[in-house]
């Protein structure tokens, strides 16, 4: 159950496009098309943004958007804004029939 | 609107047990798997436990296994965790998440979540 593997930190200028990757194994992100994405204030509850890899819940803008690409999945976040500036995390279900979390990526709008 | 409120979090020593609950409400308690997360000051979102829909399969990390115990109470719409011998490496913040998909077994993702309860475990 090794954590996920995200990039500790991604910056961006208001208006541009990021993407955070997510590495995993065949176990889980390769495994599975149940890959999520988190986005998190710190002292917050976190916010699911994408699940099953690129579903968005209703009420998520249309600016997050989910893929992947065999062990790795990203979040793509267009037209940034300063509120975007958060903690974002991935998960994924493994073989194990567990949940594993990535390591957290902090986005900064600069 | 769903809403999910933990309590039970505290200072307590190493070996000893705490149990959390998660009390929910806003949505149909019985058709969701139900997850706690955690997180250890200044790190990142650990995945701790899931119990399903119905109670009958309950599922944990490796970290935790052995140790903590995930249930839930269709009468009073709480879900609860059991932790016992508790280490320093327990000290964290504590969510409480619904799983996203009716009827799951297992968990897949978690679509909405509580604030959290904070355990400190030290001597």
């Known amino acids: 159950q090794s954590a996920l593997t995200q990039p500790a930190s991604v910056s961006g200028s208001p208006g541009q496009s990021i993407t955070i990757s997510c590495t995993g194994t065949?176990?889980?992100?390769?495994?599975?098309?149940?890959v999520s994405w988190y986005q998190h204030y710190p002292g917050r509850a976190p916010k699911l943004l994408i699940f099953d890899v690129t579903n968005r819940p209703s009420g998520i803008s249309s600016r997050f958007s989910g893929s992947k690409s065999g062990n790795t999945a990203s979040l793509t976040i267009s037209g940034l804004l300063t509120e975007d500036e958060a903690d974002y995390y991935c998960s994924s279900y493994t073989t194990d029939t567990t949940l594993v979390f990535g390591t957290g990526t902090r986005l900064t709008v600069l | 609107q769903v809403q999910l409120v933990e309590s039970g979090g505290g200072v307590v020593q190493p070996g000893a047990s705490l149990r959390l609950s998660c009390a929910a409400s806003g949505f149909t308690f019985t058709n969701y798997a139900m997850h706690w997360v955690r997180q250890a000051p200044g790190k990142g979102l650990e995945w701790v436990a899931v119990i399903s829909y119905d109670g009958s399969h309950q599922f944990y990390a490796d970290s935790v296994k052995g140790r903590f115990s995930i249930s839930r109470d269709t009468s009073t719409q709480t879900v609860s965790l059991q932790m016992n011998s508790l280490k320093s490496e327990d000290t964290a913040l504590y969510f409480c998440?619904?799983?996203?998909?009716?009827?799951?077994?297992?968990?897949?993702?978690?679509?909405?979540w509580g604030q959290g309860t904070l355990v400190t475990v030290s001597s």
């Open positions: 065949s176990s889980d992100i390769g495994h599975y098309n149940s």
């Open positions: 998440a619904k799983d996203g998909r009716v009827g799951s077994t297992t968990g897949r993702s978690a679509d909405h």
